[in-house]
């Protein structure tokens, strides 16, 4: 029993630490700098379609070409979340907006995405294997 007591002691000790320290930056404005450095070595601009059965189809912003269909709701699902931090949102069934999404690989190995006419961008290399090679093959299509 003190074994378990001592375990539920620790965890709250670590979450109240964890609460501190978000506070503190919080108020403080403190941030780390996440913005990507190394300079892109290959990029392209996508726009993302909903189709019906919850898929996705993938398209080169620049010709309007499909670059991937993506049928699996469960597959989309991943794309959806990737970016959904990345400024308000848009609904993509809606076909009259085109946001446009750039995905770039950059001279460090990271590959990333952002927003058109926004600052925020995610890091991918942090998904999984699968996902970050599907990805690079995009940049790679003609």
């Known amino acids: 029993p003190s074994v378990w007591i001592s375990f ?5 000790a670590l979450a109240l630490i ?5 506070g503190y930056s919080s108020l403080t404005g403190s941030q780390a700098d996440v913005a990507p450095t190394a300079p892109a ?3 392209r601009d996508l726009v993302l379609r909903d189709r019906s059965g919850g898929g996705i189809d993938v398209l ?26 990345l400024g308000t949102h848009v609904d993509p069934r809606d076909a009259t ?5 750039t995905l770039a690989l950059r001279e460090d190995g990271q590959l990333t995405i952002s927003r058109t006419g ?3 961008f995610n890091s991918l290399n ?17």
């Open 118 to 120: 926004s600052p925020r």
């Open 97 to 101: 907006l085109q946001v446009v999404f």
């Open 41 to 43: 070595i290959a990029q």
């Open 126 to 142: 942090g998904f999984g294997s699968a996902q970050v090679a599907s990805l690079q093959e995009l940049l790679r299509k003609r």
């Open 60 to 85: 080169d912003a620049r010709t309007g070409e499909t670059l991937q269909v993506i049928a699996s709701a469960d597959s989309a699902r991943f794309l959806r979340t990737m970016v959904r931090g």
């Open 18 to 22: 964890t609460l501190l320290v978000a």
């Open 8 to 12: 539920v002691i620790s965890m709250a």
